[in-house]
């Protein structure tokens, strides 16, 4: 009791913002240390619970963001709980007000130690003379007992030698209740290491091996920042993780939530903004296809089994639960199997495989394929062509297969399987059963199985032979359904006016069904559409490679009488603008399903310009080639005027302005000038559209002058823009959601097409809670009597963009 007392008085008079607690002082409730630099803080906090807790938080950072906490199991439950040195023990304990532990550092050996607060924000045991920083042999660290969060420089996983393990429990609940939750992201060592997390005993997520760049199964690890670099040490002594940062200025934590979501936040511009985050989608959960099943987060369903496999349970599966997994179509014979070779794969489970890191792959493929026992095997490190040899025995489990940046895996299987395979060697492995059952009724008796054949055809214009001279070297054999003539002209009765749909630029679209009861949507494009067969196929070539959830799918083509047919799926609920225009329907479109389009339409888009095999320009988009399925999901369509571009090529010029007035960003529409920025434009153009529910062609306020674009910017800059929410959406939106929205569709239909963000930014921007997001500048086209290029604009192609909005082809006088 004296010395309590004594303390009191003491710490009083020193200054609260050393970062140093010695063996004379006591920190209570009320006080802090201040790392050195002023970065970080410990001291208590209370929690929802009124408990107190002494943690490390960011100084000057509010929402106050914790990023340790010493006592969460064990809250002190009054403000008179103090921090203090163990008598002759060398340890600091966290006493509450009756004397009893909460919590101690446990260390006993220590003459004359010093807690210390570093601006890494470790919290360290030392002696007092040893004076350095970059000490690590520290009596005792707080980066050895992390909480829920990894600071860069800590580490996560094993020290073999002590066989201690340090990984993430999530709070109870994140920012409220920092008592340990349900939640663990944890490297497992066994095999080739790897991270898990899980939900008590139960895996949630597997990141995959450690490839020497990234984990296998987080495709985008090594692109999202240069500011960034993480390290992943295995040897026989250790196995962790860990991240740090080139810049130091920079701010970045990673986090297990109290939702069991492993996020990455940097601190930019006084927000924390989320990177990246796992689980991301479907595939992300732990076997969602079962073992020997892949899945592919663009393709709908999920699930498909490898080549040479199929459903375990087919019942089951149909009902698009894959994770009975698939079984072998041919039994192995072991000296005579040969390999599959997978590509952009995110590896199987490898708690359970050998691992040889010295051997080359055609060693392991020798030692895989003499043991009979040996499913698959793969290259460790992805760097450099490859090194070290994987081995699997037994099932392969939990596989992903990427649009890119996955990795080769070699499976074994019976030669006869390999054979059958052999036609399509290069096109995706994976059989895809909701394809083939889609397909499958369609092909029945009805369709002939087309082979469209590669060959190389001069340039003339428009895409297709863009796609041969760009990729043609690449392109194999692809297959897809024939279907005739008679059964499409059957299905859509004669192509009659009652079942047409509408009319774009390159001919009309009509409803079918199929004698099975499908129903499709053909496109007859019409003879003076400009397109050659050799083109024709090449279109079809490649909007049947583009396969993502928000594009709309090909089913198949017909090439019969001068007659060039595209043959896709029917959406129920039929264009956005059918919806968004219309007095009686738009209020199907509350603001959850809007923000969902506009997420859905960005997420499709940034697989054109990045994620698929090309860089693919749109130049067509608006409401109208946007189509909506049953769940009202966007699904991006008509493909007759995109461009192919190189990968790395960015910007084209065209005298031949194809596209749509008042979607047009102003570089194209005036100097046809196109890019990746001009699909942004439109894109921006629309999500103005669904936030305000008008027509950017049409709207015309009080003094008539302004554009949707240019009445959007003049709220915006008055700060009323939420006034222009659409009134059917009603009353159930978040007013930040909703702004946040208006923001990035100003950004994107800024004048200067530099200014404008990249899908990529975009799709990040839309899926972050609270982004950081630069002001936005005066869009293009805002004020109509100043349209430097009026004349551009001729009779007839206000005729063309009237009624159904018929894309227009303007012939640039030039
Ligand atoms: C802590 O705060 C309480 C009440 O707010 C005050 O009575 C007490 O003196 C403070 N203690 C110190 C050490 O500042
Ligand atoms: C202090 O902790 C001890 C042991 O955990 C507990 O029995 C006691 O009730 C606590 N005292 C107060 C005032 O919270
Ligand atoms: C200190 O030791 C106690 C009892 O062995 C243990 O429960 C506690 O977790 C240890 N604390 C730390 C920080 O290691
Ligand atoms: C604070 O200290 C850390 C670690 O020494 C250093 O990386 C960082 O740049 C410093 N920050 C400031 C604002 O001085
Ligand atoms: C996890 O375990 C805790 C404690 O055993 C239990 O309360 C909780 O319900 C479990 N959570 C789940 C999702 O099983
Ligand atoms: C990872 O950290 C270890 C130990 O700190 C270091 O030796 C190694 O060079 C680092 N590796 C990379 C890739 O930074
Ligand atoms: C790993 O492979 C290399 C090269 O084949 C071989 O020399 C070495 O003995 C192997 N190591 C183990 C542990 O099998
Ligand atoms: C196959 O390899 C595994 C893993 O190294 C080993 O346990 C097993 O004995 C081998 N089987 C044969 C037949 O060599």
Redesign the pocket.
């Given at each position: 009791m004296i010395t309590i007392f004594f303390f009191f008085f003491i710490i009083i008079t020193p200054s609260t913002s050393s970062d140093t607690l010695t063996t004379t002082r006591i920190l209570t409730t009320n006080q802090t240390l201040f790392s050195q630099n002023q970065t970080f803080i410990l001291g208590f906090f209370r929690a929802s619970n009124t408990n107190y807790y002494l943690g490390i938080w960011y100084n000057n950072i509010i929402p106050q963001t914790i990023v340790w906490v010493a006592n969460r199991d064990n809250p002190i439950d009054n403000s008179k709980g103090y921090l203090k040195m163990g008598h002759n023990t060398g340890n600091f304990l966290l006493l509450n007000s009756s004397g009893n532990p909460a919590w101690s550092s446990n260390q006993t050996n220590a003459k004359n130690p010093i807690l210390k607060l570093l601006d890494t924000g470790n919290l360290v045991l030392q002696d007092s003379s040893d004076k350095t920083d970059e000490n690590s042999n520290y009596l005792w660290q707080s980066f050895d007992y992390p909480t829920d969060a990894l600071l860069p420089g800590m580490k996560m996983g094993w020290n073999l030698d002590t066989r201690t393990d340090k990984y993430l429990t999530s709070w109870k609940v994140t920012g409220e209740d920092p008592s340990s939750g349900d939640y663990t992201m944890k490297i497992d060592y066994h095999g080739l290491p790897e991270g898990f997390i899980r939900r008590n005993q139960t895996i949630i997520y597997r990141t995959g091996p450690w490839n020497g760049v990234r984990f296998s199964g987080v495709p985008n690890m090594k692109d999202d920042t240069n500011d960034l670099?993480?390290?992943?040490?295995y040897d026989d002594h250790a196995v962790w993780f860990?991240f740090?940062l080139t810049n130091p200025s920079l701010l970045s934590r990673i986090v297990l939530n109290s939702d069991g979501e492993y996020q990455r936040y940097m601190w930019i511009q006084g927000r924390w903004n989320k990177f990246s985050y796992a689980p991301a989608h479907e595939c992300d959960y732990y076997r969602e296809c079962g073992s020997y099943g892949v899945c592919d987060s663009n393709a709908s369903p999920v699930c498909s089994c490898m080549h040479g496999f199929s459903p375990e349970n087919r019942e089951a599966w149909n009902l698009r639960d894959g994770s009975d997994g698939c079984a072998r179509n041919t039994g192995l014979d072991c000296p005579n199997d040969r390999f599959l070779h997978l590509q952009n794969m995110k590896l199987p489970e490898t708690t359970r495989v050998f691992v040889n890191k010295s051997m080359r792959l055609d060693e392991c493929e020798g030692l895989c394929k003499r043991n009979c026992s040996c499913t698959a095997y793969a290259n460790i490190d992805i760097r450099d062509g490859g090194s070290g040899c994987v081995m699997w025995i037994g099932q392969l489990v939990d596989m992903i297969v990427f649009p890119t940046n996955g990795q080769d895996l070699y499976v074994r299987l019976a030669a006869a399987d390999i054979e059958s395979s052999s036609s399509n060697k290069n096109h995706t492995v994976v059989q895809g059963v909701g394809i083939t059952l889609s397909v499958l009724v369609l092909v029945l008796g009805l369709v002939a199985l087309c082979y469209i054949r590669k060959k190389r055809q001069q340039r003339s214009r428009g895409l297709m032979n863009e796609v041969v001279s760009s990729s043609g070297r690449n392109m194999d054999d692809l297959e897809l359904p024939l279907f005739d003539f008679d059964t499409l002209t059957m299905a859509t009765n004669n192509f009659s006016q009652d079942n047409k749909l509408g009319e774009g630029g390159f001919g009309s679209v009509y409803k079918g069904t199929l004698i099975e009861g499908q129903e499709i949507a053909v496109k007859r494009l019409s003879e003076d559409s400009g397109q050659g067969i050799e083109e024709f196929k090449n279109e079809v070539k490649l909007i049947a490679k583009l396969q993502h959830r928000n594009l709309v799918r090909l089913l198949g083509c017909c090439i019969e009488k001068d007659e060039k047919m595209l043959v896709y799926e029917y959406m129920e609920n039929r264009s956005l603008d059918s919806i968004l225009f219309d007095k009686s329907r738009r209020a199907l479109l509350d603001w959850e399903r809007r923000f969902n389009i506009i997420y859905g339409i960005a997420r499709g888009l940034l697989y054109l310009h990045q994620d698929s095999r090309f860089r693919i320009i749109h130049r067509d988009l608006k409401t109208s080639n946007i189509l909506l399925d049953n769940d009202m999901n966007p699904k991006i369509s008509d493909f007759g005027m995109a461009r192919i571009f190189e990968k790395d090529q960015t910007q084209a010029k065209t005298l031949r302005i194809v596209g749509t007035y008042g979607y047009m960003s102003p570089e194209y529409a005036m100097d046809g000038n196109f890019s990746i920025k001009s699909d942004v434009f439109s894109f921006g153009v629309m999500a103005l559209e669904i936030i305000t529910g008008k027509k950017n062609k049409e709207f015309y306020s009080d003094n008539d002058e302004l554009n949707l674009l240019g009445n959007v910017w003049r709220h915006w800059q008055e700060g009323t823009a939420l006034t222009l929410i659409d009134p059917s959406i009603g009353n159930s939106y978040t007013e930040s959601e909703v702004v946040k929205c208006i923001h990035i569709g100003l950004l994107c239909v800024q004048e200067r097409a530099e200014d404008r963000p990249t899908i990529s930014s975009v799709v990040l921007m839309l899926s972050s809670e609270a982004p950081s997001m630069p002001k936005p500048k005066n869009p293009g086209f805002s004020v109509r009597q100043n349209h430097p290029n009026t004349r551009l604009f001729s009779s007839t192609q206000d005729e063309s963009w009237s009624v159904n909005q018929v894309s227009t082809t303007i012939f640039d006088p030039r």
């Open positions: 670099k993480y390290n992943f040490t860990s740090s």
